[in-house]
Structure formats: structure tokens, C-alpha cells
């Protein structure tokens, strides 16, 4: 009988399915495996098997005994090709080859789970939603998302979860134990696959495409949150208000609206904020000066990325936000929704004094100071101070300074004021944008149709002049 080990002799073959065998009783387990015989039963839990050696093994589940040691790592296992697999961790040898893309595996059974992603066959299927997968241990884990099962808890916590692959990393919380680090910064995550996604941080690698805007992300749920601005859609919403997001997270910031919970303090002036890292951060470096983010163009720097991103518009001259009315556009979404105000009509900003409305708080803010006297921006040469911006102490500073900053490209001349120029440049170009109401002649200025409108009697006064389109 050992000598057909080396001549290859088979003389005992299946009569059902045409296999061969050294021995009759080899033969006989095979035959088994078409009649469905097992004649060899755990007397503890029923299970039967169709030899005595599976018996002995299965065995070992009960009395957990682990005969096959690895003298490496101390691991030890119930089945001798188990710790052979094993210690292909240590050997690195991966004998079984995809004949496809050549990646290579421990095991046969996983060079065969892997072989399902180029057939795309998922022979597992859930009968409650269609949902199929390549592993019948994935269908497990998927199936008790319609039980609601989750037979594996926490000791610490009373946490449960569907697997014990999940309990495992949960419990990584407690122990703070974090096995996989990066060979290059040194940081180090709970999850394997937290690592992989890191490190395309250093290797900048994006695999999840946009196929409607060709923009690439580093994660899959990255991804799916930019193709929303694409779709609308906006899956969570607000209970209270409606208001809906494309992020969990969007949604929680706002609720802070209805709540008025600010539990973050600035320890510099005390302002509250209701995030850490959106506010108060960005608040505390009026504080510190920290302008992180610098204009490659230009070196200007600014607190927040998107300022900068907003900034770098005027170098590329980008005016992604069109007025839907009149064509106009803007380089902020906010400058745009300003604009249309023009349109609407609409003046959402109302003093509480005098019941002026405004199209924007700023304007407002501007307004109020009329009645408070307030004159926030002063010059310190003359005493002179302005109701509003800081742009309009700029332009009071030149009749110091003697500075005209803006040149008329046409015949020399220097203004203080961009403004200025404006109204200058209409002397070449002949435009007269303000026209009187009751007659058919036009001025450079507002204020010289103004004037226009009260000389003349027969005209009347009182009417808003409106620049012409």
C-alpha cells in the first residue's frame, strides 16, 4: 500500500463520481460524502461526523485541548494544518497565487473568497433583503441587523456588538491598546483599516473618484457626503425648524441654535461658542495672531482656510455663485444671496429705533450708530472720526498724506479713491448712468441729478435715483 505513494497506483475508484483511492478505506470515508452518512457522534453536543479522526477534533472544542504549538509565538491550535497556516505569519510564505491579478494568500480558502471580487459572483444571499455577499460569515453579521441580535458584549461596558472581530477593536476603548502604527509619523490607530486610510495622508492617494466632477477623495464616506452637492440631498433633519444637512454633524451644530447651549468659553474675553474646533479655535486666534493660512500669490494670511480659499479668487478671478435674475455673479455664496436682495426686495434687518430696514446686519449696524452717536474709526492726526468702516478713515488719511493711489490709465491723472477714479473715467468714456426722471438729460454723478431734480420747479424732488442698467 505505500509503494502506490510513489508509483501513483489508485486502484480503488468511486463509482459515483469517478475518484480514486490507495485504499478500500479511504474509499469508504469518500463514499460518505455521497450518501450522507456520519456514523461518528459527540456525545455532548449531537454533532456527527463522517470519520472518527473529525470526531477527535471537534472534540477539542469541548475539553480545549490544543495539542499543535507554534514554538515561535507560544499560539497554540486544535488541528495540525491550522498552526501550519499560522505559521505562514511568521514565514511570510503565501503559496496560493490569484491566476487574475497575482495577489497572493495563506490559504486556498482565501485565494477562493478572493476570486469572487474578479467573477463578481456573491453566492450568499439574504432572503429578507436581496443583500448579497461573498462569505456566508458575512451573510451571518448581516442577518442580525434584521434580528437585531448582537451576541457579543462588553464585560467593561455592556456594550454589544454582531461580531466579536467589532468586540475586539471596541475593547481597544478600555485597554487603550492601539497595534497599528505608522512606519512614518509614528501614530498609531485601534483599527487596521484606520491605518490604511492614514496613510494616504503621506502618500496622497485618492481612490474614490466623483464621476460627475472628477474630484477624488481619500475615503468612500468622503465621497459619498461631496456627491449630496450634486444630488440635494440632504439627509438630516432638524425636528424642530426642518432645516435639513448633509452631515450628521451639520445637523448637531445647529441644534445648538434651539438649545442656546455654549459650553465652550474663549479664557482670553470669555466669549462662548457652541464647537471647539469650528469657533472657539478659530475665535482664540484674533488673541494669539495666528494667521495659518498664506496666499502662495500674494503672502496674504488669514485665519481660516476658507477665507484664503475665498481670497485666492481674486487672483483667478473665479465668480462661482450666479445671481439667477440678472446674471451677475460673486465669488461667496453669502455676496449672492446680499445681491438678490436687490430683487426680493426683501430688507430682513430692521432697526428697532426708527424702523429702517436693511438688506444686510452690517448695514444695519452702520445705520444704528446715527442714533448712539457712535464714531468707531478715528483718525489720529485730526480727531476726525467715521460712523462707518475703516475704509473710509483709509481715504480721510490721504488729505494728510497727500496720497493718490489710483491712476487714470487714460490721461495720468491720481485720485484718492477708487470711486473717484470711477466718476473720472466717465469724462473719456462719456457715460452718464444717472438719468433724470423728467426729462431726457443724464449726469455723471447721483448728486448733480439731484441737484438737476431740485432746480427746476416744474420737476419734482424726493424720488430715489437709481444708477441706469
Do not use: W
Not at 56 to 63: F, P, V
Not at 176 to 187: A, F, H, L, N, W
Not at 437 to 463: A, M, N, V, W, Y
Amino acid at each position: 500500500m505505500h509503494q502506490r505513494i510513489h508509483t501513483g497506483e489508485r486502484p480503488h475508484e468511486c463509482d459515483q463520481c469517478g475518484n480514486a483511492f490507495t485504499s478500500t478505506s479511504n474509499l469508504k470515508k469518500h463514499q460518505r460524502t455521497h450518501t450522507g452518512e456520519k456514523p461518528y457522534e459527540c456525545d455532548q453536543c449531537g454533532n456527527a461526523f463522517t470519520t472518527a479522526s473529525y470526531l477527535k477534533i471537534h472534540q477539542r472544542t469541548h475539553t480545549g485541548e490544543k495539542p499543535y504549538e507554534c514554538d515561535q509565538c507560544g499560539n497554540a491550535f486544535t488541528k495540525l494544518s491550522q498552526l501550519k497556516t499560522h505559521q505562514r505569519t511568521h514565514t511570510g510564505e503565501k503559496p496560493y497565487e490569484c491566476d487574475q491579478c497575482g495577489k497572493t494568500f495563506t490559504t486556498a480558502g482565501s485565494l477562493k473568497k478572493h476570486q469572487l471580487i474578479h467573477t463578481g459572483e456573491r453566492p450568499y444571499e439574504c432572503d429578507q433583503c436581496g443583500n448579497a455577499f461573498t462569505k456566508a460569515s458575512n451573510l451571518k453579521m448581516h442577518q442580525r441587523t434584521h434580528t437585531g441580535e448582537r451576541p457579543y458584549e462588553c464585560d467593561q461596558c455592556g456594550n454589544a456588538f454582531t461580531s466579536a472581530s467589532y468586540l475586539k477593536i471596541h475593547q481597544r476603548t478600555h485597554t487603550g491598546d492601539k497595534p497599528y502604527e505608522c512606519d512614518q509619523c509614528g501614530k498609531t490607530f485601534t483599527r487596521g483599516d484606520s491605518l490604511k486610510l492614514h496613510q494616504r495622508i503621506h502618500t496622497g492617494e485618492k481612490p474614490c473618484k466623483c464621476d460627475q466632477c472628477g474630484k477624488a477623495f481619500t475615503t468612500a464616506s468622503e465621497l459619498k457626503m461631496h456627491q449630496r452637492i450634486h444630488t440635494g440631498e440632504r439627509p438630516h433633519e432638524c425636528d424642530q425648524c426642518g432645516n435639513a444637512f448633509t452631515q450628521m454633524s451639520g445637523l448637531k451644530c445647529h441644534q445648538l441654535i434651539h438649545t442656546g447651549e455654549k459650553p465652550y468659553a474663549c479664557d482670553q474675553c470669555g466669549k462662548k461658542f457652541s464647537l471647539m474646533h469650528a469657533h472657539l479655535k478659530i475665535h482664540q486666534r484674533i488673541h494669539t495672531g495666528e494667521r495659518p493660512y498664506e496666499c502662495d500669490q500674494c503672502g496674504n494670511a488669514f485665519i481660516r482656510a476658507n477665507d484664503l480659499k475665498i481670497h485666492q479668487r481674486i487672483h483667478t478671478g473665479e465668480r462661482p455663485y450666479e445671481c439667477d435674475q440678472c446674471g451677475k455673479t460673486f465669488t461667496t455664496a453669502s455676496d449672492r444671496k446680499k445681491h438678490q436682495r436687490i430683487h426680493t426686495g426683501e430688507r430682513p434687518y430692521e432697526c428697532d429705533q426708527c424702523g429702517n430696514a436693511f438688506t444686510t446686519a452690517n448695514d444695519r449696524k452702520k445705520h444704528q450708530r446715527i442714533h448712539t452717536g457712535e464714531r468707531p474709526c478715528e483718525c489720529e492726526q485730526c480727531g476726525n472720526a467715521f460712523i462707518t468702516t475703516a475704509g473710509n478713515l483709509k481715504r480721510h488719511r490721504h488729505i494728510h498724506t497727500g496720497e493718490k493711489p489710483y491712476y487714470c490709465d487714460q490721461c495720468g491723472k491720481f485720485v484718492t479713491t477708487a470711486n473717484h477714479l470711477k466718476i473720472h473715467q466717465r469724462a473719456h468714456t462719456g457715460e452718464r448712468p444717472y438719468e433724470c426722471r423728467f426729462c431726457d438729460r443724464s449726469f455723471i454723478t447721483g448728486s448733480k441729478c439731484t441737484k438737476h431734480e431740485h432746480c427746476l420747479p416744474e420737476h419734482q424732488t424726493g424720488f430715489n435715483i437709481f444708477p441706469l442698467v
